[in-house]
């Protein structure tokens, strides 16, 4: 590759879960401290890296669409390739002619090394500033734990993440520090099950690593990414009647069916993720709850979806994430008999979808009129509209000329019904 600049511009691209989102913040970070600039741009990038998912054969599909389509606008460039499906295939990334360098989720540390190595570039340890770090990232990304021993039959995530390994409590408390020192508002706790968290430390789980991290940092706001409905317990929820944990709850649903959450292997039944939504809606008022959901699993039958889809209206999510069966290698799943078409994996994904976008648009109906804070990560100069997310995860735009990125501002709600947006208005409230 020829380099165009002196300090050579990055830009990483990330595919898939926050998982990936914390890998490649802390990238950022190292890349940063090495003299590269990051860039959100893919205009004159000297080095793309490409942070993969594998869940699926679409999101397979998609990394390698995304390397060929930089390396084609880019031809000088550096095309890196890691994270999930590079740790999965990496032979078979490595044989694509637009991909330079692979490095599965094993070898990530040794990226930037690399990288050093190959054009002759010494770090320079200094302090940083957000904006040199994700330019249009407010949320810092904190890996709390990774890997997964609970071997769901359809999941590749254990064959790509390991086995589960959590992070010393005190490492959490400095990581948290440096970036609120950065000068992030929210950090989000990541992992693939961040509800066995402490289970490998001693005397340690995940409510005492919350109630330690609460009392010994002061970033204004802290929000986790993902709990399963058996993790979902009172003494649990009582954590959040501290302000500054957001009070959005992700819970993979992915079947009502208990038939079908057996075969999946799943820990949990359909009464037990009832019982956990009932428990958040009976302790908090105006609480968002986002879920995952998987069609099309071999042999659900009619009545197996429609018990899917009486669960997904009893819960009223505020947002789903809708997945049509894909088989993985290297899971249990893969051996069974893919029997439902693709003509009715996409039939009942399309019927779900109308679903949620009834509830999505409900419950932000249900926000209008109320005040909530902001956090703004981002301005549109071209339509003077400035972003960002409440606490219970709704997006939000405001139009005005004195953006204000990343501050938490008080504002009020305005739901338009004659709009179906991803953002609702927000109008500032003067203090």
């Known amino acids: 590759m020829t380099l165009l600049s002196k300090n050579p511009k990055v830009t990483i691209e990330t595919h898939g879960c926050k998982l990936n989102q914390s890998d490649s913040l802390n990238l950022s970070l190292e890349l940063s401290q090495n003299g590269y600039l990051i860039s959100d741009s893919k205009d004159d990038c000297d080095i793309y890296i490409l942070n993969t998912c594998t869940v699926t054969h679409v999101a397979d599909r998609k ?55 190959l054009l002759s570039i010494s770090s320079d340890e200094s302090l940083l500033e957000i904006d040199q770090l994700m330019p249009s990232k407010n949320r810092a990304m904190i890996k709390i734990q990774e890997g997964c021993n609970q071997i769901c039959s359809y999941c590749i995530v254990p064959r790509v993440r390991g086995r589960e390994k959590s992070v010393e409590v005190n490492t959490l408390i400095n990581q948290i520090k440096k970036f609120e020192k950065l000068g992030f508002q929210e950090i989000v706790m990541t992992g693939t099950q961040l509800g066995s968290y402490g289970f490998d430390l001693q005397d340690m789980n995940l409510n005492k690593m919350l109630k330690q991290v609460l009392e010994n940092t002061t970033i204004p706001r802290i929000r986790v990414s993902s709990l399963q409905p058996q993790e979902i317990s009172n003494e649990l929820l009582e954590i959040w009647e501290n302000k500054r944990l957001c009070k959005h709850f992700h819970i993979p649903m992915q079947s009502g069916s208990n ?8 820990r949990y039944t359909s009464d037990q993720f009832t019982g956990a939504i009932d428990l958040i809606n009976n302790n908090f008022k105006n609480a968002s709850i986002t879920t995952d959901v998987i069609v099309g699993f071999p042999n659900e039958t009619e009545s197996d979806f429609q018990l899917s889809k009486d669960l997904s209206k009893y819960s009223q999510f505020s947002d789903m994430h809708i997945f049509k069966f894909s088989k993985r290698p290297n899971t249990s799943a893969f051996f069974l008999n893919d029997n439902v ?44 509209s400035i972003y960002g997310l409440t606490k219970n995860y709704i997006r939000v735009e405001n139009h005005t000329s004195h953006p204000k990125t990343n501050s938490i501002q008080k504002v009020k709600l305005s739901f338009n019904p004659l709009n179906t947006p991803n953002f609702i208005s927000a109008t500032e409230i003067n203090s």
């Open 63 to 117: 990394g390698r669409q995304s390397a060929r389509s930089f390396k084609n606008q880019n031809p000088n460039s550096l095309v890196v390739v890691t994270g999930c499906y590079a740790q999965r295939a990496k032979d078979e990334l490595e044989a694509l002619p637009e991909v330079d360098l692979v490095f599965g989720n094993e070898s990530k540390s040794e990226i930037v090394k690399s990288i050093n190595s």
């Open 259 to 266: 038939q079908v959450l057996q075969k999946m292997r799943r």
């Open 341 to 384: 078409d693709s003509m009715t994996k996409t039939s009942r994904s399309s019927e779900l979808t109308e679903i949620r976008l009834e509830m999505f648009k409900e419950f932000r109906h249900k926000q209008d009129l109320l005040t909530e804070e902001v956090l703004w990560e981002n301005y549109n100069h071209s339509t003077n």
